[in-house]
Every structure is written in C-alpha cells, then in structure tokens.
C-alpha cells in the first residue's frame, strides 16, 4: 500500500534488510550492474548509454527496476565499500540473491518489491528514508512535487 503523509510519500517493500539510512536518490530506468554498468575505481555510471550515465553512486540511495548479473556482481559491493565509493542502501524492484548476498557482506541496506512503482514516485535527487525494519521507503523532500 502506499500512502502520502502531507508532503511525504510512503512505499511498502516485500523484503528488506540492513539499519534505516537517508540519503539522495539516484533513480534507474534499467538494471543495474555493479560489474559491467559501473567505474569501480571512481564509483561512475559508465556503460555508455545508461540511464545515469555519468553519475556517481557514492553515498546515493539507488533505486533500481531489478538487479544484473552474478556472482561477481554482489562481490563488487564489498569492494565498494572498501574504496569508500559504495552506495548508502540498495531499493529493487526486483533482486536476485547474489546481490542481497553482496549488499548483507557490505553492510548496505536493501530493500526488494514496490507496492507501488518507486520509479514513478522517486526522482533522481529526491531524499530518501530507507527503514529496513519497517519495510519502507519515504519520499522525504523531493525536486518537483507538482509533476507527481
């Protein structure tokens, strides 16, 4: 279910885990790939053609349709983390266990299943809260509230 409260929207997620964060929204069009979307040195969008081509993950809560990839994917969070270039939490769409795997080593919230379509509710920018235990994500300010 989804509800407004004054200026805030509420999104109820299926699945969760991880401490409750805040942080600025960096929202996909398409899947994501920490292996092959991703400069892993800088923490750059660089697949030429992604919908956030160019933007850094850093610290950004990453809203994303469904996950891509394997194994070597979910690893790449751990080495995120430790180049200090990691996102503060992961909100799927859809998510494969590799990458819950890999999101739990590194420590990073993450959060799978919208009640409602996070990708028409959450704008690039917007500021997120993200609260695993309750299995929400709040739209807590965001850029252009009228177009919604």
Not at 13 to 19: F, L
Request: with cysteine; hydrophobic share 40%.
């Amino acid at each position: 279910m989804h509800r407004e409260i004054g200026l805030s929207t509420i999104i109820h997620v299926k699945r969760a885990w991880g401490e409750p964060v805040e942080g600025c929204a960096l929202v996909m069009r398409e899947g994501f790939s920490p292996r092959y979307d991703l400069d892993r040195l800088t923490g750059v969008i660089s697949r030429i053609g992604h919908s956030v081509e160019g933007e850094s993950i850093r610290d950004r809560v990453l809203v994303i349709p469904t996950s891509k990839g394997g194994v070597a994917g979910g690893w790449a969070f751990f080495d995120m983390l430790h180049k200090g270039i990691g996102p503060k939490a992961l909100v799927f769409g859809r998510l494969n266990p590799v990458m819950v795997q890999g999101a739990v080593l590194a420590r990073i919230p993450v959060t799978e299943g919208w009640d409602q379509n996070a990708l028409d509710l959450i704008r690039t920018g917007d500021l997120v809260r993200i609260d695993p235990a309750d299995k929400t994500i709040t739209v807590l300010s965001n850029l252009n509230p009228v177009s919604r």
